[in-house]
């Protein structure tokens, strides 16, 4: 077997959907990543001497859903101890998001970067509550937090605005950022009923058990707040005016088919909103996508529209995830390369 080089030690915290999807991605990839620490509710699991065997790991927890079925893991171990001990460059932060007070992402990620560890995250719950604080924290610690996950999933939103798009004046950024909800929309102009489409959602996997969040446009209205900030923009929750999908019609479909036209349940921010609403879109528009695919259109001076289409949730999540690590991985090895000069 051919060793892989190692030059950037990773601890995930929260070992679910997205936590294993990463995790497997590293493990497959050679991307000089290495997995030294993982922790869930239940327990950690912490490298010592030889490297963990991930791909066991995640499997465990695929068959059982505990991470403490794995013999490795340390049940009297918490998340805290593992980010107080471990010896690691990177913290990637997925627990389950609170857009109420944040936790218990908030304290994690305050913990890791007071720790002076670079941080990835998906959960977008800590970013609505105090965007601000942590990317202070950041600064003030010297070390680097991306968020790329927390808006479309795997569409590289935040990066291209970050770089592919730096010398533009962004105007506008409107789109269909939840799944589920676009789902539902797509399944009900086939005729079918907003409940037994929410039905079928929730047996599908594609809506979560309460889908409060998606269905009253809180979950888009979230995502404005932490994409108003990255745009330097200082709109909180309250800031957001929101409607959600629960009062579309039967007749108000009709009538849309009549003019050729969809509804979308559309996230849109600029300098002075940001709002979430449903709203007629042309069939012919780039943002009339269906299913469970996201789709979001920029508006600017330099490159005037730019639409990005793709996945908005799942597995393909990870690729935003492990996009955001590399990137902070080719700063520091930049960084390196210039202090030897
Ligand atoms: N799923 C997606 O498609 C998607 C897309 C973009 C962003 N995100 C965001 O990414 C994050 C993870 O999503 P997911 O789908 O992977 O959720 P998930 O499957 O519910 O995984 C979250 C994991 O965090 C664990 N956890 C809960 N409290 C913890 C604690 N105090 N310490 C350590 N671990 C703890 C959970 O354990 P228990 O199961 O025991 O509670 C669970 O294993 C969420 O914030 C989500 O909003 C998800």
Redesign the pocket.
Known sequence: MVQKVVEMNIVI?????????VAKVISEKDLGLEIVGI????G?IVKENTPLDVMDIVET?EKT???SSHPLTKTDM??NDLIDSVDADLFV??????IENG???LS?MRRILNRKKHLV?????PLVIAYRELTDLAKENKVLFRCG??IG?AIPILSLIRSGLSGNKITKIKGILN?TTNYILTKMFEGKSFDYTLKEAQELGIAETNPTYDIEGI?IGAKLVVLANELGLNTGFNNVKIEGIKNITKEDIENAKKEDKVIKLIGEISKNSAEVSPQLISKNDSLAVDGTLNAIKIECDLAKEITLIGH??????AS?IIGDILEIKKVIENENKSNNF
């Open positions: 915290i929260g070992f679910g959907n997205i936590g294993r999807s922790a869930d509710r239940d950690c927890v859903k505990k991470l918490t998340t932060e997925m627990t389950p998001t609170n936790e218990p992402g994690f995250t998906s959960n977008k719950g996950a927390t999933g799944g979950d908005g949730a799942g597995e393909e999540t935003a």
